[in-house]
């Protein structure tokens, strides 16, 4: 993992710094040592520090970053968070590569946060799903269980997920189960993404391991959970946000995928400020 975020990190550097920075080089053409301090300017939940520190090590091993909170801890606008010390020209050549880093991997445990927090007592599990930046997915999804949520599939290779496509291509959800349980490792759970409640009952009848159901009514829901009578693992997804989450809560599923999480958290404000020699 560590060496796979080295990689991921070192290309965005190289997006950003494809043969050299220009500005920092006409102004500094040798070591001169300063200090800088990552501020918060929005209430959040932190998370992405070790990739913070990280970019700027790729850059100069020599870089030490000093933190004054840790990854998962509420953090309030005007807070101190940090202070990077190093050669001057790798702080300002790292620092918007670091930030887009943090600010994005800390909005992401924010939005997850209050999304955990609005279905505290429930019994619902908080998934992820894979709709994340393209390169940047082991970041996302770290984020998100910064914020107290967990994760769905890591990738295609992970588990048997049958989506509407792959019900169609087989020719219903019997065929297509049934061609899942045989070619997959009996390791691997199957889930099926249902539409209504005949769907629901045809995934039952092909014994499917997890049901999703996907933009169905609160009422459906409920019905559904009813038929399936623990029969099947039950995850409900699609649009969901914030303002719907209440009706929710009190459906019967087992877990509630979001892709929101992921593709449209707002950045957390943060900001590297008052750079200073030293």
Known sequence: MQSNR???ILAALQED???EDISI?????????????????QDGIIAGLDVFARTFALLDDKTEVIFHCQDGDAVQSGELLAEVIGDIRVILSGERTALNYLQRMSGIATHTREIVDLLEGSGITLLDTRKTTPNNRIFEKYAVKVGGGHNHRFSLSDGVMLKDNHIAAAGGIKQAVAAAREYASFVHKIEVEVENLDMVKEALEARADIIMLDNMTPADMKEAVRLIDGRALVECSGNLTAENIAILRDTGVDYLSSGALTHSSAILDLSL??????
């Open 6 to 8: 080295n990689r991921l």
């Open 17 to 19: 710094i494809p043969t």
């Open 25 to 41: 080089n006409a102004i500094f053409t040798d070591y001169t040592k300063g200090k800088a301090e990552l501020l918060c300017k």
């Open 273 to 278: 400020k008052n750079l200073e020699r030293i």
